[in-house]
């Protein structure tokens, strides 16, 4: 069947693009008319541009006394050349973005398993983790990139079926399992990231100790607020809850809809630090934000559903993992001498889907006991 006509001459158009457009005998441009460009003046070749040297001595006017300067190749485990053009942190966010490990967060659980077009992913969720937390660190004079690097990093450290995956990989462990070290320590271990994007990371969660830098400590918090105010809008939209039934402190404090409350939940945090100089929030906003992740935990994370769910999740993983132990010529390019430690990474660094698949595939776990919304 021969195609239409428009679908043919628009195809024959993309094509007609492959090689740009000769301007002259060394430049080729994107579109046929472009005209943009940068005033180049007298200045010599060997000084044109915004270098990596140049951003770090602009850091230095920039930033504030306490931020995070990035230095040459940065503070690693393996030793590196530093990049002609980009800060040391600046290459860590950009490291984390091309990672699969970050990737594979676009089909793991945030709130809903397999979510549908709407619902956060674990991916959306850092992205906007990242937005908030970029927002903050920008107005109090702190280092964006390392800001960023760290909230785009900070839950690659996560199994599938978000949370619950925690409780099923934790027996099998010593030390227990934890997102937020693994992530650092085995997720984006082959990053070579330096020394202050691991630490936020791995110290992201308030229950772990405090990260070394301000950075680390904005995303700490940005985490919380972005997930907060997600979560409820998720399961507004679900018909899990109603904006009606929000505590009266967050709805008259911080407003009932998602940009309402985060940008009151970020100018707390920006002028109580500014104000104070610690990296925190002030207690009438802090009370909201308590209150509002607490009505979050009764009514969407504890609901009866999300128990069902969750203990579907850790039964399914458990199989999983087991099986790997047993089988560990089956996990693909294992190096380590433990079995166990093993076939918890293997199975932590896959995405919801693929793990209940390959439980029913090679576990011969029964499909109908699978976490609900699992389409087969």
């Not at 490291?95 to 398993?113: D, E, N, P, S, Y």
């Not at 920008?138 to 964006?144: E, M, P, Q, T």
């Not at 008259?252 to 990296?279: K, N, P, W, Y």
Request: hydrophobic share 40%; charged share 20%.
């Amino acid at each position: 069947m021969s195609q239409p006509e428009e679908t043919t001459e628009r195809n024959r158009l993309w094509a007609s693009t492959m090689s740009g457009f000769a301007q002259n005998d060394t430049i080729v441009t994107a579109h046929r008319d472009s005209t943009a460009s940068i005033e180049l003046g007298a200045i010599p070749f060997d000084e044109r541009g915004i270098d990596r040297l140049t951003r770090e001595e602009r850091e230095e006017i920039l930033l504030v006394p306490g931020a995070t300067r990035a230095q040459g190749a940065g503070n690693r485990a393996i030793d590196e050349a530093p990049d002609p053009w980009r800060t040391c942190f600046e290459r860590d966010r950009d490291r984390i973005l091309h990672a699969a490990a970050f990737r594979r967060l676009a089909g793991k659980t945030q709130v809903f398993v397999l979510p549908d077009d709407h619902q956060r992913t674990r991916l959306t969720h850092a992205l906007e983790v990242a937005q908030v937390a970029t927002g903050i660190a920008r107005a109090l004079g702190l280092n964006v990139a390392l800001t960023e690097a760290i909230a785009l990093g900070h839950d690659c450290g996560h199994g599938p079926g978000g949370h619950a995956s925690e409780d099923a990989f934790n027996p099998f462990l010593p030390e227990g399992f934890n997102h937020a070290p693994w992530g650092a320590d085995v997720a984006l271990a082959s990053l070579n990231l330096c020394a202050e994007t691991l630490d936020g990371i791995r110290n992201h969660s308030w229950s772990r100790p405090a990260p070394g830098t301000p950075e680390g400590e904005v995303v700490s918090w940005a985490d919380r607020i972005a997930y907060v105010c997600h979560d409820f809008e998720d399961a507004v939209s679900t018909g899990i809850v109603t904006t009606d039934i929000l505590p009266a402190i967050v709805a008259e404090r911080c407003g009932i809809r998602r940009g309402q409350q985060l940008g009151s939940f970020i100018d707390a945090m920006v002028r109580t630090t500014l104000t104070h100089g610690t990296i925190g929030m002030d207690a009438h906003h802090a009370e909201a934000l308590a209150a509002f992740r607490a009505f979050n935990y009764e009514g969407i994370y504890l609901r009866d559903e999300s128990q069902v769910q969750a203990n579907a999740v850790i039964d399914v993983l458990t199989v999983l993992v087991n099986y790997f132990i047993d089988n560990p010529t089956s996990v693909p390019d294992a190096t380590s001498q433990d079995a166990v430690r093993s076939a918890v990474s293997h199975v932590a660094g896959m995405t919801d889907r693929y793990a209940f698949s390959a439980a029913v595939d090679l576990a011969g776990y029964r499909v109908d006991l699978l976490p609900q919304g699992i389409d087969h």
